[in-house]
DNA sequence: ATAATTCAGACGTTATATTGCACGTGTGTG
DNA sequence: CACACACGTGCAATATAACGTCTGAATTAT
């Protein structure tokens, strides 16, 4: 999201367009330079948030209103395209499909594990979950000193505040889907 | 809101405190210089959506949490130390007692109108809602050509995206509190 | 039609957000 | 004790956000 300004900028220029005000009221108001509006609405320029602050109460808008993204209605994410985080000697593959972002509390990836080969995960933060699909072969997965075993078309959920290993114990390669949620808090 | 951004920072120690992590850290994880943490945490530094953007993507962090106010427990107050906007040759005053600010999408004044006074208020955006508590006086209040007297104890409540229009046509001093609720879109 | 007004964008200047480097302060470890 | 290491902050350099002024185009008024 390396555009991210761009969309508070058309936020803010539709909602000036629907009230019908030019850049110079919308400056009287919000207290903000009218070159300065002007070079946000056209991306040009990113914001401190003390100025987005202004913008938000002299238009009376949430921040919410402000940041909230364009949604295009259809992405498709192809797995050859994604360069994958290796490790374990490039026996377990991570591939970010979805990637968190601010508004969207969570992130998606596809991961994959070679027979034999087990990683150790760091504990997430409080109040994380993950929720994990195998889609081909079978996941050994360790919480809590306790092992739990996911056969594909299963699914394991479990809170990641705490250190996690996965294991592949078969000998073919396990496939699956993770969703990790962090909560607001 | 002057001193906006302190917030941030406090929410952004605060935080990063609780999962044990240093400012070498938090930069090599959200790609924010080192350096520019530390004065945002300590409020030296306004940062620009981008970075701000990037933290909280780097953190998995939702805008919320790292935008919320510090709210104090306990606020008072005190009308007499309220700078009133007057209009009608200072037979209208409208003393604002609780500003607008974009997480709370209301604002509260109190109001004024002498004897006699008619205000011609503009119409406010799409959306905007206007609650009318009535505490000395009668109020008439014209919307939609249509008249509605409002007697002390009262409340009126109606859509403000359009024209209307303030009357005190009674003999005794009118004091009103107006809430106005901003819809988030 | 001409003048006046309003609008959006360009230019130059100032203020400040952002970075990399370096310094001082602890905190353990040999 | 000395050494290394991690942590937070200060400083100079740079990038860029923010502002005021001006210009040209479009709209409205007279």
Redesign the pocket.
Known sequence: MEEFHTNIGENIKRIRKERNL????TAEIT??????L?????G?????I??LWKIASGLRLSFSSLVSQYKPSVTIVKKKEVNPIVENNGQYRVYPLVPYNPEQQFEIFSVTLEPGCEHIADPHSTGVEEFILVNEGTLEVVVNEQVYVVEPEDTLIFKADRPHIYRNIGDRMVKCSIVIHYSSQ
């Open positions: 030019s850049l110079d009221k207290g903000v330079s009218k070159t300065m002007g070079q946000i609405e056209r040009k320029s990113a914001p401190t003390t100025t």
